[in-house]
């Protein structure tokens, strides 16, 4: 039977107040991991006109002026203009953080503790996480986010190139895609949204989109006349960035994974060590996806973990091909197991994930970049022999 649908993600420009406190509690993250690999750090941060407050646990040994990582990451993003409310020289900063609860620690450690079953390190919290992948785009990722967030980028490019003068940080993409037989054949719609400069007229706002952005990203052979463009809808977009609304660290999470084609596990990435399986059990997952695919065993593949804090061994592991199973995905569920470790010490390891390398997955998205570790499809020999 034919099926036609139409699916839509959205993506967010670095200045949109949400990342503007993923992208802080990724810096504070990395300032400690540089100094300090043993780092234990849940950071959260919220912003809101000309205030960042930053709360949450750490334990370092790492010496950190978070003032200055504060104020050296809302300058990267950009917010240093005159008329800026949230100017990175000119926020006030309230630091709540305080030192994590050692009922915590003493599961994550790898000791022995009273109540503890094992002296493994366990994973830092409950949970369920997943990870996606499927041969719809050249990163094995749904088309519609990749999109957006390729969009997001060459905004993002322009505006720090200083292109043109009026971009200001605060932006949003989206796609719509047309499917049929659940083939991406069409995009139906594109939406941009960016901050601006206050002189600027809305005309001149569309013609440069559309032209130096819309159409220098997406493939012409993927519009046609009926492709619509709705650049900033409402008309005016100057009040912006956490001037005009508040932003928090994890509000974006569909955003980070998969653009809602893929399942989500509910936790958020930025601001956690890698001992938080929120994270680092979500990129293992999406590594795992991605050989599976790349290894032609299946065209999707999903998985899904889940653990208990302070339990060193997922207490499930799902894997689903969603129909496009070239072998019984019973083998590929095995394969999995004998060629892949889910315990969080495990995944630490084979990801090579304590180090500063989180700033750089906090903006378009956590997985489609080609130099992070669980962007790598280097076990598929591995896995197409665990399956003979």
């Known amino acids: 039977m034919s099926t036609s649908f139409v699916f839509s993600s959205e993506s967010v420009g670095e200045g949109h107040p949400d990342k503007v406190a993923d992208f802080i509690s990724d810096s504070v993250l990395d300032a400690c991991l540089a100094q300090d690999t043993a780092s234990r750090v849940a950071c959260e941060t919220l912003v809101k006109s000309n205030h960042v407050v930053i709360a949450g646990e750490i334990t370092t040994k790492a010496v950190i002026n978070y003032e200055t990582v504060v104020r050296e990451a809302i300058e990267e993003i950009g917010y240093t203009h005159d008329d800026d409310v949230f100017h990175a020289k000119k926020v006030f900063i309230t630091n709540l953080l305080t030192r994590q609860s050692p009922d915590i620690a003493q599961g994550v450690d790898a000791r022995a503790a009273e109540g503890k079953e094992t002296a493994e390190q366990g994973a830092g919290d409950q949970g369920l996480m997943f990870g996606y992948a499927c041969n719809e785009t050249p990163e094995m990722m749904p088309t519609a986010i990749m999109y957006a967030h390729r969009l ?22 989206q796609v719509s895609i047309r499917y049929e037989n659940d083939k991406p054949v069409r995009v139906e719609n594109v939406v941009i949204s960016t901050q601006h400069a206050a002189h600027v007229n809305h005309a001149a706002i569309r013609d440069f989109l559309v ?75 999406r590594w795992v996806a991605k050989n599976i695919v790349a290894a032609g065993l299946a065209d999707i593949c999903e998985l899904q973990v889940a653990y ?24 590929i569920s095995e394969a999995v197991r004998k060629v892949f470790s889910f315990k ?22 956590h997985f489609g970049k080609a130099d992070l570790p669980w962007e790598q499809t280097n076990r598929t020999a591995e896995l197409l022999a665990a399956v003979k």
């Open 308 to 331: 208990a804090i302070g339990y060193p061994e997922p207490v499930s592991i799902w894997v689903d091909a969603m129909g496009t199973a070239r072998v019984p995905e019973e083998r």
């Open 344 to 365: 969080p010490a495990a995944i630490i390891k084979q990801l090579d994930l304590l180090r500063p390398i989180y700033r750089q997955t906090t903006n378009y998205g």
């Open 211 to 285: 032209e130096n952005v819309i159409r220098k990203v997406i493939p012409a052979g993927m519009m046609d006349a009926e492709t619509k463009f709705l650049i900033n809808p409402t008309g005016r977009f100057v009040v912006g960035g956490p001037e005009g609304d508040s932003g928090l660290t994890g509000r974006k999470i569909i955003v980070d994974t998969y653009g809602g084609w893929g399942r989500h596990g509910g936790g958020a990435f930025s601001g956690k060590d890698p001992s938080k399986v929120d994270r680092s059990a979500a990129y293992m997952c």
């Open 152 to 173: 997001g980028r060459e905004l993002t490019k322009l505006r720090k190139s200083r292109v043109v003068e009026w971009l200001r940080p605060d932006a949003k993409s």
